[in-house]
Structure formats: structure tokens, C-alpha cells
């Protein structure tokens, strides 16, 4: 062996040491009655050679994903082990101020978009941080790890499918420790995981996970392939657990036979004996282990010297500051033109696109067909297939896709056919999308659009109907928007693509025919802001979306009465305009809730209490809302049309609650 190859091994030896002491210190942070480490942590022992192994071969620009096992990446990517120890320990000092913990650790300014807890979810989210390679010709690579168990996951078989569609440079890292959680890993299929790759139109190669050189040299090949445009690798990479799934874990169904077969096995044993064989002496490697654990516990002394967080600093990096991009910084010309809802979503696309390279659009048919919709007809024919491509079916992949080319500065727009498929990839988007900026305590952001439509129409089944709004509207750290006119169609798309956050429009289906006059072009608006259709003073109408319509209808009859009704739209539910809806409830002191979302949870329960709890002095009636009827969404026309709100409904509330009145 050459003297370089004794080198390698020596620096990977004491890598591989510096993270098993690491976990060992880790675990007995998390022990006794008020431990530093609070909560649960998930050690990587015995699996150190192939992070050690993977980083070598990566070039420093080059991103690493991992899973809630991956301090060993955490720690090779870059973070210095005082740092990630303070984090561990929820620190003030942590590499995220506390907010991640062992399970979420990420710092995407180190090449570590970060550890994930669900699994099989960094999957997608390395698809989208492989877009932004290929957006950018940056010639960078992805790697994410896994486990074996992870496999059976639809997020990561969606990635998959969508890595090897698009060709794009990830190198997935299955570490294939034999189990997943308590169960043995092959539960789930005997079917080596290197195997069906192939299935996938992509290489597979299973390598010796115990050998850091073996790890080393599958990487390089791996990334050598992605950089030249031949698309992704899937490394199973043979490994064991030496410990248990995590701190607590006593282990009661793992075999002393298997245990004791890990442990023979265990990397840093079979390390020390490949660097003796090759003539370095044992007191040499005594002294790298008594180096790493003073190392180590520096860096411990150091992260529980750190302070705990500020209680006042628990609202920050919810949202970003805004900071236009699509803005020019001059006041831009505008012009008016008729044209409908749906034009109107195409027109704001062209000029978001127009106006930052960034800006990317992607979904199922949206590329050459231009959506099912025509929604995105021509922009691949002016911007190009690296800009605007279509994708495979697979939601999670492109939700996740958005996310991760997001946080690489991207400004995705993905489409999602129809908002109730949504539902098959929620993960991305609550779990994933809303959490990056906050957990990573302001070093990273999603700024992200997802557009997508809903609502009936005449016939739609109930899988093609539902109004989904409040859902998403009521989780922290997303914004979501419903417009209801041709305008607010192109304003609020160019607001939410110029945002600094992950933001969901649900565009409306049935509107996508409305024609109206919209001033196109000019300077970019901020997200929020409700508008007042009509004013009045008797009682108002709190609605959006497809209700504006029978609501500003009925407002009409009723002002036949003399009734005079206000109609706001709020436009963004998220965040909500409390301000527009103080100075009409304190005008009218009656308050009507429209929404075509169904009755019970809907977001006018949220309204209603919010109105309740801050404006009950200027209540001269109860509240009353009108949601879709609390069923499932018939597809006869007859009766979907006794579902949704209708201006019958609504003029008779309108006269309920002014009866004393008229
Ligand atoms: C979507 C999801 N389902 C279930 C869990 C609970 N869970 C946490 S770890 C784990 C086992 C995963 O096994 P594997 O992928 O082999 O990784 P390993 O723990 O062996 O590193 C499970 C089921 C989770 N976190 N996320």
C-alpha cells in the first residue's frame, strides 16, 4: 500500500473516531434526571466510514442531505463538534440556535441542506437541490443518505423515478445497517436495495459500507458520472449498528448473536487493524484516540458553556424580510389589458420569469402540453426545458423539488394539478417547506410557490372538488393565497414568486374563464392585504375566492332592501389582513363568513374566533358563517349545487342579521 493510500486511512481513521466519540459523549449527555440533551438522539455508531468515506470524495461545493443518523455527515460536511454538540444540547450557541436538535441539525451555508426525521424525505428534497445544479451549470452534486428501511418509502421511490427522468446528479447513499427501527430490515423485501436501481434506469452498486476506501472510491465514480451528465447513482453501502436505534433503546429484540456480529464487523476495530498491518504503530493510533477525546471534550465543555435561548427571540424567523427580485427598483410601466383568469395566471409567468433567472417552472404536463390547463402554454417554447419541465407523476418529488431548489435560491413555481392531490405529498410542504427557514434558525429559506386550483365545477367528483385552503392556511410558516379575479390572478401569483417564503395559491377552476381588464406589469405588490369590494355600514361579508361572487350578488338584492352590505376579500388567508378585518367589523358591527371550503374546520371557524376574541365590544349580532355543506362533493350537478354557498343563502343570512333593521 502506498504511502498516500496509509495517509488516507489515517486521516479517515481519526475522522471515524472524532464521530464515535462524538455519539459516545452524546449519549451520555441524554442520561440522569435533567440531562443537557433533552428528548431523544439517534447515534451513528459503526457507520462513521461512510460519511468519512462519501465527503472525501466530494468536492467542498457539493451538498450533503442526511437522516436524524447523521451526525457522522453533520460533522464532515463542516460543522465544527462544538457547534453541532451545542445544538444537540438546544443551545442559543447550536448551529441552529436550538431549534433543531439532534433530529433536524442543517446549516445549507456549510453544504449541509441537514439531517431529516421523516423518512425517506430528503429523497425529493435532493432532487430539487440537484435542479438547482443543473439551473445553474454549477456542476455540483447531491449526496443523501438513508436507511435501508427508508427504501419502502413512496417519497424516495419518487425521487427515484423523478432523479433518473430528469438525469439529475444525486448520489443516493442507502446505509444498509440491517435494520430499520426494530424491525430486520429485509421485512420489507430479500431483494438486495443496489439491485433494483436498475429498475429505475439507474446504477446501482453495492459497496463495503465498514471501508471507508471502498465508500471513497464508489462516491467518486458516482459523482464523476453525475457531473457528466449520465444522472444518479444508488450506492448500498453494507453497514452495521453497533448501538441501538437510539439513546433509550434497550435492544430487547435485537439477537446477542447479531450484536455481537456488528460488533466484529465494527469499522474502527478492522481500521486500526489494516493501519498496523500497514506499519502504524499502535501507540500512534493510542495517541489519535487520546487527541480526539480531549478534541471531544472541548468541544462539550464549550456547547454546555453556551446559553440557552432568549424567550424573546421565539417569533423570529418565522418569515423572511421581504426583498424584491422581480421588482426593476424603478417604478415599472403598466398597461391594461383584458383578458381572463386564466391568461391572466400565464401572463404573471412569462413576467416573473422575464424578470428573474431564477425563477423555475415545473409540474405534471406543464413543459410542452403548457398544463392541462394551458396555464403554462408557451413558456417552455420561450424560456426553455431548463427552466420549465414537465415531470413524472409523482407530487412528493415535485413538492420536494421545489423545497430543495428553493433553499438553493431558486424561486420554483410547481404545479399541482388539482389541490386534492395535494394530499399524497402534504409532507413536503407542512413537514418540509414551512420548517426551513424557522428550524434553521434564519440560515436558510423555501422561498417557493406552489399553485395549484380547486373548487367545483359542474360534475367534478369529490376527488377533484374539495376547497383545501384552511388546511395549509392554518400551519405556521406557509402563506396562502386564494384569488378570485383575473387581477388578483396575475398580482398575487407575481407576489407570491417574489416572496421570501413558501407560498400556496389555490387558483380557482371555475373562475378560470372570467374575463376583466388587469393592469399588467408595474411594481410587484406584498403578500397580505384584503380588499374591500364594496363598503357599507350594516354588515359585512368576510369572503374569498369563488364567494365573492354570490356574496357581492346578494349584497346587490339586499341593498334593494336598504341594506347596506360590505364585502371583503380577503385575498391571502395567510397571513391575514387583521387590520381590514378590525375596521369592517368596527363599521358594521355584523359579521357574514362566506367560503366555499366545507362548514366545519373551514378557515371562517378561524375568522369567527379571532373576531370573537378581539372585537366582541363592536358585535351587534352573533357571528354567522355559510360554508360548503359539511358532505362529501356529489358529482350531480343538482345537488353540488346545494353545497356550495349560494347567493339565496347568503341574502337570507344577510336578512337574519339585520332583521331588526328593515
Ligand atoms: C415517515 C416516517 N415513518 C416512520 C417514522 C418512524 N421511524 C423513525 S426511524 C425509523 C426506521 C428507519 O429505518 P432505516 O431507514 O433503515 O434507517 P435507520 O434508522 O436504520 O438509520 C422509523 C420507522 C418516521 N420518522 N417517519
Not at 444498509?176 to 424491525?183: L, P
Amino acid at each position: 500500500m502506498s504511502q498516500q493510500s496509509v495517509n488516507f486511512l489515517r486521516a479517515a481513521y481519526t475522522r471515524m473516531r472524532i464521530i464515535r466519540r462524538f455519539e459516545a459523549k452524546s449519549v451520555e449527555l441524554t442520561q440522569g434526571d435533567s440531562p443537557p440533551i433533552a428528548g431523544s438522539i439517534h447515534m451513528c455508531a459503526g457507520q462513521e466510514a461512510i460519511p468519512v468515506g462519501a465527503l472525501a470524495a466530494l468536492r467542498a461545493d457539493d451538498r450533503v442531505i442526511a437522516t436524524y443518523r447523521g451526525h457522522g455527515w453533520a460533522l464532515e460536511a463542516g460543522i465544527p463538534p462544538e457547534e453541532l454538540m451545542a445544538e444537540l444540547c438546544q443551545r442559543a450557541s447550536g448551529v441552529n440556535g436550538g431549534r433543531a436538535g439532534s433530529l433536524l441539525v442543517n446549516d445549507a451555508r456549510r453544504r449541509f441542506i441537514g439531517q431529516n426525521s421523516i423518512v425517506g424525505a430528503g429523497g425529493p428534497i435532493a432532487c430539487g437541490v440537484a435542479i438547482a445544479a443543473r439551473a445553474r451549470k454549477s456542476g455540483r452534486v447531491v449526496a443523501i443518505s438513508f436507511g435501508d428501511g427508508a427504501v419502502s418509502q413512496g417519497s424516495l421511490h419518487e425521487a427515484f423515478v423523478m432523479a433518473a427522468s430528469e438525469r439529475l446528479p444525486v448520489i443516493f447513499v442507502c446505509e444498509n445497517n440491517g435494520w430499520a427501527e426494530m424491525t430486520p430490515g429485509s421485512y420489507a423485501s430479500s431483494m438486495p436495495i443496489a439491485v433494483r436501481a436498475a429498475a429505475y434506469g439507474m446504477r446501482g452498486v453495492s459497496v463495503d459500507g465498514c471501508d471507508p476506501v471502498a465508500v471513497r472510491d464508489a462516491v467518486l465514480v458516482a459523482a464523476e458520472c453525475a457531473r457528466a451528465g449520465q444522472g444518479p447513482s444508488l450506492l448500498e453501502c453494507s453497514t452495521v449498528r453497533l448501538w441501538g436505534h437510539y439513546n433509550r433503546d434497550i435492544q430487547h429484540y435485537r439477537s446477542a448473536r447479531d450484536r455481537q456480529a456488528a460488533e466484529a464487523s465494527d469499522p474502527l476495530g478492522r481500521l486500526r487493524g489494516l493501519l498496523t498491518s500497514h506499519g502504524v504503530r499502535p501507540e500512534e493510533i493510542d495517541g489519535i484516540d487520546a487527541r480526539v477525546e480531549q478534541e471531544i471534550e472541548a468541544a462539550v465543555d464549550q456547547a454546555l458553556a453556551g446559553p440557552v435561548p432568549d424567550p424573546a427571540t421565539l417569533h423570529q424567523h418565522l418569515f423572511g424580510a421581504a426583498s424584491s427580485r422581480l421588482n426593476s427598483g424603478e417604478s415599472a410601466p403598466t398597461q391594461v389589458q383584458r383578458m381572463t383568469y386564466a391568461t391572466a395566471i400565464n401572463r404573471a409567468l412569462h413576467d416573473a420569469m422575464a424578470a428573474c433567472e431564477e425563477v423555475i417552472v415545473f409540474g405534471e404536463d406543464v413543459g410542452k402540453p403548457g398544463g392541462v390547463f394551458g396555464l403554462s402554454r408557451n413558456l417552455q417554447k420561450q424560456y426553455g426545458p431548463a427552466r420549465v419541465f414537465d415531470t413524472p407523476i409523482a407530487e412528493s418529488a415535485i413538492l420536494g423539488s421545489a423545497v430543495g431548489s428553493a433553499i438553493e435560491g431558486m424561486r420554483p413555481v410547481a404545479e399541482v394539478m388539482f389541490a386534492d392531490f395535494l394530499l399524497v405529498a402534504l409532507d413536503q410542504i407542512i413537514n418540509q417547506a414551512a420548517n426551513v427557514r424557522y428550524v434553521s434558525n434564519g440560515k436558510a429559506s423555501a422561498p417557493l410557490v406552489v399553485r395549484t386550483q380547486q373548487g367545483v365545477t359542474s360534475g367534478s367528483c369529490a376527488q377533484h372538488s374539495q376547497c383545501l385552503e384552511g388546511v395549509l392556511a392554518s400551519v405556521p410558516g406557509l402563506k396562502v393565497g386564494c384569488p378570485s379575479t383575473p387581477q388578483d390572478a396575475y398580482s398575487m401569483l407575481r407576489a407570491a414568486i417574489d416572496d421570501p417564503d413558501p407560498c400556496i395559491l389555490f387558483e380557482a377552476r371555475s373562475l378560470f374563464q372570467r374575463e376583466a381588464d388587469v393592469v399588467v406589469g408595474g411594481d410587484v405588490e406584498g403578500v397580505c392585504s384584503a380588499r374591500l369590494l364594496r363598503d357599507g355600514s350594516d354588515v359585512a361579508v368576510i369572503c374569498w375566492g369563488t364567494s365573492i361572487y354570490p356574496a357581492l350578488e346578494a349584497a346587490e338584492m339586499a341593498a334593494a332592501d336598504g341594506l347596506r352590505v360590505a364585502v371583503l376579500d380577503l385575498r391571502w388567508l395567510a397571513p391575514l389582513d387583521d387590520d381590514a378585518i378590525a375596521n369592517i367589523v368596527h363599521r358594521c358591527g355584523r359579521v357574514l363568513i362566506v367560503h366555499e371550503a366545507s362548514q366545519t374546520g373551514g378557515f371562517g371557524a378561524e375568522i369567527a374566533a379571532r373576531i370573537a376574541e378581539r372585537h366582541s365590544d363592536s358585535l351587534k349580532a352573533p357571528i354567522r358563517r355559510i360554508g360548503g355543506v359539511d358532505v362529501r362533493m356529489p358529482s350531480a350537478p343538482v345537488l353540488q349545487k346545494l353545497v356550495v354557498p349560494s347567493v339565496q343563502k347568503i341574502l337570507a343570512a344577510l336578512r337574519g342579521l339585520t332583521a331588526a333593521l328593515v
